[in-house]
C-alpha cells in the first residue's frame, strides 16, 4: 500500500512538473489569456477520459521569487505559504493553467498554418492564372489579327466620312460658341447703353426735379440722389439694372475662371500620372497594373511603339476577356479545407505544362514532324530500289537518303532541321 501511494504521489508530481514546464515555455500573450479567460469548456479528449468540469476562475503569483520557486519546487511554495492555498488547490490550478495553453498554442498554431496555406495557394493560384492569360493571349493572336485585318478594312472605308463629319462637328460647335459669344458681348453692349441712358435721364429728372422746387437736398443731409429717390418721383429702375449687369458680369468671369482652373487641375493631374509612372515603371493592362521589371514581356511591350499601340487597340477585348476567365475561376464557391483540393489534384497525376516562350518558336514551320508520313506502294518502291544513272537528282538524293531522316526524325528521337 505504501509502495502504491509513493508511486500516485510521484505521478502527480510528474504531472505537475509536465504542467509547469508547459506554462514556463509559453508566451507571454497566451499565459496572460490563460489567466484572464473566464471558460475554457473541455475537449473531446477530455471528455472521452472522464475528466471533471474545469473551475472557471484561476490563480497566479505575481512575484518573481514565487514564480521562480513555483518553477523549481512547487511542493516547498506550498509549504512556505502555509498551505494557504492547499497543496491540491495548486495542483489543480496548474493543471488547469496548462491545458488553457495547450487549447491556445493549439488554436494559434492551427491559425498560422491555415494562415501559410492561404499564402501558398494564393501564390500558386496566381502563377497559374498568369499562365491561362498567357496561354489565352498565345491562342487568340491568330483570331485577333483576322479581326484587326476586318476592323482595319471597315475602318478605312469610314475613315472618310467620320473625318469629316468630325471636322464639321468641331467646326460647328466652335461656330456656335464664337456666336454665343458675340451675342452675349452685343447683349451686354446693348444693356450698356441703355442703361446709361436710363442713368442720364434720371440724372435730368432730378435737375429738373431740383431746380423747379419739387426737391429739397437739405431734407437728406445734402444728398440730392437720395432727396430724389425719397420723393413721389424717383425710381430704382437703374439701380436694379445696375445689380442685374454685376451679377451678369460676374457669372460670366466665375465661369471663365472655373474654365481655366479645371483646365490646369486636368493638366497637372496628367502629369502626375505621367511622372508616377515613370518613377514606378508601372501601367494599366487590363484589369491588372503590371510593374515592368517583373515581367520581360511587359518591359518589351512598354518600350515598343507598336506594341503600346497594339494594346491599346484591343483594351477592350482584353478587358472583357480577363473578365471572363476571373468569373470562369471565381463561379464555384471557395472550399475551406485546401488540403482536400491539392490532395485530389494530385491524384489525378496532372502536370501543367509552362510554355517556353509566349509568342512561339519562329522556326516551327521549318520542322519536319516526328511521325512519318505515310507513302503510297509505288512511292515505296521507288525509294528502297537502286538509283539508276538516268534520274533526276532529286530522285538520286532521296533513294540515297535514309527512310529515318526523311521522315523527320533522327535515330536520337529528335526532330530535324531542314533548311
Excluded at 493549439?106 to 494562415?115: C, G, H, K, L
Excluded at 487597340?313 to 491539392?342: C, G, M, N, P, W
Amino acid at each position: 500500500i505504501a509502495s502504491l501511494w509513493r508511486m500516485r504521489l510521484a505521478q502527480r508530481a510528474l504531472q505537475v512538473e509536465r504542467d509547469l514546464k508547459v506554462i514556463k515555455g509559453a508566451h507571454a500573450i497566451v499565459l496572460s489569456r490563460a489567466l484572464r479567460a473566464k471558460d475554457f469548456p473541455l475537449t473531446a479528449e477530455d471528455k472521452a477520459r472522464g475528466e471533471p468540469p474545469p473551475p472557471k476562475k484561476v490563480f497566479w503569483y505575481r512575484t518573481r521569487q514565487e514564480v521562480d520557486l513555483l518553477y523549481a519546487d512547487y511542493r516547498i511554495l506550498v509549504d512556505r505559504t502555509g498551505y494557504q492555498p492547499p497543496l491540491f488547490m495548486v495542483e489543480n490550478n496548474i493543471h488547469e493553467i496548462a491545458r488553457r495553453c495547450n487549447i491556445l498554442i493549439a488554436a494559434y498554431a492551427t491559425r498560422v498554418q491555415a494562415r501559410w496555406r492561404g499564402l501558398t495557394v494564393r501564390k500558386f493560384l496566381k502563377i497559374f492564372r498568369r499562365e491561362c492569360v498567357r496561354l489565352r493571349e498565345f491562342r487568340s493572336a491568330c483570331v485577333m489579327k483576322i479581326q484587326r485585318c476586318y476592323r482595319g478594312a471597315r475602318a478605312r472605308r469610314c475613315a472618310t466620312r467620320m473625318r469629316t463629319a468630325n471636322k464639321n462637328a468641331k467646326e460647328q460647335a466652335a461656330y456656335a460658341a464664337l456666336r454665343a459669344e458675340e451675342k452675349r458681348e452685343k447683349d451686354e453692349h446693348l444693356y450698356k447703353d441703355i442703361l446709361r441712358n436710363r442713368y442720364k435721364k434720371e440724372r435730368a429728372e432730378e435737375r429738373t426735379a431740383r431746380l423747379i422746387g419739387l426737391t429739397h437736398p437739405g431734407l437728406a443731409g445734402g444728398n440730392k440722389m437720395k432727396a430724389f429717390y425719397e420723393s413721389s418721383y424717383g425710381s430704382d429702375e437703374v439701380s436694379t439694372r445696375m445689380v442685374a449687369l454685376a451679377r451678369t458680369t460676374r457669372y460670366h468671369q466665375e465661369k471663365e475662371k472655373h474654365k481655366l482652373s479645371a483646365a490646369r487641375d486636368r493638366a497637372e493631374h496628367v502629369r502626375d500620372m505621367v511622372a508616377k509612372a515613370q518613377e514606378d515603371r508601372t501601367q494599366d493592362r487590363g484589369l491588372v497594373r503590371h510593374r515592368d521589371e517583373e515581367d520581360e514581356w511587359a518591359t518589351d511591350l512598354a518600350e515598343t511603339n507598336s506594341g503600346r499601340a497594339m494594346r491599346i487597340y484591343f483594351q477592350a477585348e482584353l478587358r472583357e476577356r480577363s473578365r471572363e476567365v476571373i468569373q470562369r475561376q471565381s463561379r464555384h464557391a471557395t472550399k475551406s479545407r485546401v488540403r482536400d483540393i491539392l490532395k485530389a489534384h494530385n491524384a489525378r497525376g496532372l502536370k501543367f505544362q509552362y510554355p517556353k516562350n509566349i509568342n512561339g518558336e519562329p522556326l516551327a514551320a521549318l520542322y519536319e514532324t516526328s511521325t512519318p508520313r505515310r507513302r503510297s506502294p509505288m512511292m515505296q518502291r521507288r525509294l528502297t530500289q537502286r538509283p539508276s544513272s538516268k534520274k533526276s537528282g532529286a530522285l538520286r538524293a532521296a533513294a540515297s537518303t535514309p527512310d529515318l531522316i526523311l521522315g523527320g526524325a533522327e535515330p536520337d528521337g529528335n526532330r530535324t532541321y531542314h533548311p
